[in-house]
C-alpha cells in the first residue's frame, strides 16, 4: 500500500505521497536534508496560552511556525502544504483522552483550529550524523531515551509540567562537538541543556527511560541532555483539552526547509 | 615606580607605559576589552620549524600573527607597537636555560629575529565572564591550574612534547554555555578539549597541578579543560634552543584588537 520509502526524497514528495493516501508511516529518514516538525493544532481559545508556553519554553518548544485560525496552510516551512492531509499520521484527543489515529483529519476541521510546528530534534541529529559523530539510538536502530525530569516548566495558563528531556551519550570530546553543531540549531531545541549528573535533573536510572528505549552509556562516556519535544505532548495531554490534534508518534510533518537553513551561522 | 594601573584603559596605553619604562607589572585586567597575546622570539633558523609546530598544534598554539625577520613592529595587532620595548617584563633563554629577566630587549635584538604572537585565553575568560559565568580561580584571586597530559602535540622538527591543558570547573548547564562562549574564539585557544575524566588526559590528580595553583572542583561540578598556551613555553624550553625570548609570566603583549573582534561570529 505505501510506496517505496526510497521515492520519497523531498519534502514535497512526502507531503504528496501522505495527501494521496499513499504513505503512513512513520518518516524518520525520509527526505534527506529536509527539516520535519511535530504538529499541535488546538482550538483558538486555547491556542493564546499554549503560544505564551512555548514562547516561555523555547528549550523544548521551539516553534517553527503557527498559523491563523482555520488556515490548514503555511507560509514560512512549506508551500501549499495542507495540514489536514499531508502527515502520514495523526493523534486525535478529547479531554485528554486518545479517541483515534486517522491518516487525515479533513472531516475533524473546523474554521478555529490553530497549528503549531515544533521543530525536531531529527534535523541536529543529521548534523551530528553529518560532522561524523555517532548517535546511539541511531546505530542501535532504536528510538532515542527521553525521561521526565524535575524541571518544572515555566507555566502558561492552563499549561504546566516537567522538562522532558532526551539523552544521547558521547565521549567528552564528542560532547564538546555535540554542543557546539546542535548550538547552531536554536530552532530545534539548540544545545544540550545538561551533561553529566542525571542526578541533577532527577533521573535516577538511565536504564529505565519513561519514553523511548533505553541505550547504554558505556565508561569514559557523559550522557548528554537535550530538552525534547515530548514536553509539549506531555504538557498538552495533562491539560485534558476538550479537543486537540497532533502527529501520531514518528510520523512528522516533512518541510520545503532544509535543515541547514536553521543553522544561526 | 609603576604608573596606577588605573590609568591603562586602552593596549596602547599600556605599550606606551611599558615603553617608558613605567610599568613593569602583570597585565591581567589592563585594558579590559582588548586582547592580550603570548610572546615567543626565535632566530630565524629555528622559525620555520616552530611555525610548523604551531600550524600542526592550532588549539595550544593560536597565531595572531607573525613578523618578518628583525622587524620589531607589528602589522594586525597594533599600529606602531615594538616588540622590543613594549611589554612590561621578558624573559631571555640561552640552551633552554632562563638568563634574564629584563623590561626591554633592544640590546638583544637581531636582524634575524621572528616574533610569534599568540592567543591568550584572557580573551575567552572575558567572554565567559561577561556571559555571567563564574570562573573560578578568578574568583579565589589565584593562577588557573594547569596540568601535562599524556597527549602528544604533532611534532614538527625539534618541537614536540605533551599538550598542557588549563581547568575550570563548573556546573554542568555552564559547562555547555563556556563550551559555546569559548567556541566563538577559535583565534584564542576556542572550544575546551575534554570536560569530565581527567583521567583520560592522565590527569591523576587535579589537586596537584603542573603549572599555577590548585582550585577546588566542587561535587556536581565538571572539570573542564582547554587546550593552553604553556604548550608552546614547554615544548620550547624542551627544545634548548641556543637562543630565545618569551614575555614573562603574565606579562602579555597588550594589543589594540578588541577581544571581541576575535570572535567568530
Redesign the interface.
Known amino acids: 500500500m505505501n510506496v517505496d520509502r526510497s521515492s520519497l526524497q523531498t519534502g514535497a514528495q512526502v507531503r504528496q505521497a501522505c495527501r494521496a493516501g499513499k504513505f503512513t508511516g512513520q518518516t524518520s529518514g525520509l527526505a534527506p536534508g529536509f527539516a520535519q516538525a511535530n504538529l499541535v493544532i488546538l482550538r483558538e481559545q486555547d491556542a493564546f496560552q499554549f503560544l505564551r508556553f512555548c514562547q516561555k519554553n523555547p528549550k523544548p518548544c521551539p516553534l517553527l511556525e503557527v498559523t491563523e485560525a482555520g488556515d490548514p496552510g503555511l507560509r514560512k516551512l512549506a508551500e501549499s502544504a495542507d495540514l489536514r492531509t499531508d502527515l502520514p499520521r495523526y493523534r486525535v484527543w478529547k479531554q485528554g483522552e486518545l479517541i483515534e489515529e486517522p491518516t487525515e483529519i479533513s472531516h475533524l476541521w473546523q474554521d478555529d483550529l490553530v497549528s503549531f510546528l515544533i521543530g525536531c530534534s531529527f534535523t541536529f541529529e543529521s548534523a551530528l550524523i553529518d560532522s561524523g559523530l555517532s548517535v546511539r539510538h541511531i546505530d542501535l536502530g532504536v528510538n532515542v531515551p527521553m525521561y521526565r525530569t524535575t524541571i518544572p516548566c515555566e507555566p502558561a495558563g492552563i499549561f504546566s509540567g516537567p522538562l522532558v528531556v532526551s539523552m544521547r551519550p558521547f565521549k567528552?570530546?564528542d560532547?564538546?562537538r555535540a554542543?557546539?553543531i546542535t548550538?547552531r540549531f536554536p530552532a530545534v531545541h539548540g544545545?544540550?541543556?545538561?551533561?553529566?549528573?542525571p542526578e541533577?535533573l532527577g533521573i535516577t536510572n538511565l536504564a529505565q527511560p519513561d519514553f523511548g528505549d533505553a541505550v547504554p552509556v558505556e565508561p569514559?562516556e557523559?550522557p548528554v541532555f537535550w530538552a525534547c519535544g515530548v514536553t509539549p505532548q506531555a504538557v498538552l495531554m495533562q491539560a485534558k483539552l476538550e479537543f486537540a490534534i497532533t502527529h501520531s508518534p514518528g510520523c512528522m510533518f516533512v518541510s520545503d526547509l532544509k535543515d541547514e537553513a536553521l543553522a544561526?551561522?
Open positions: 567528552p570530546a560532547a564538546i554542543v557546539q548550538g544545545a544540550p541543556i545538561h551533561l553529566g549528573f541533577q569514559g557523559l544561526i551561522s
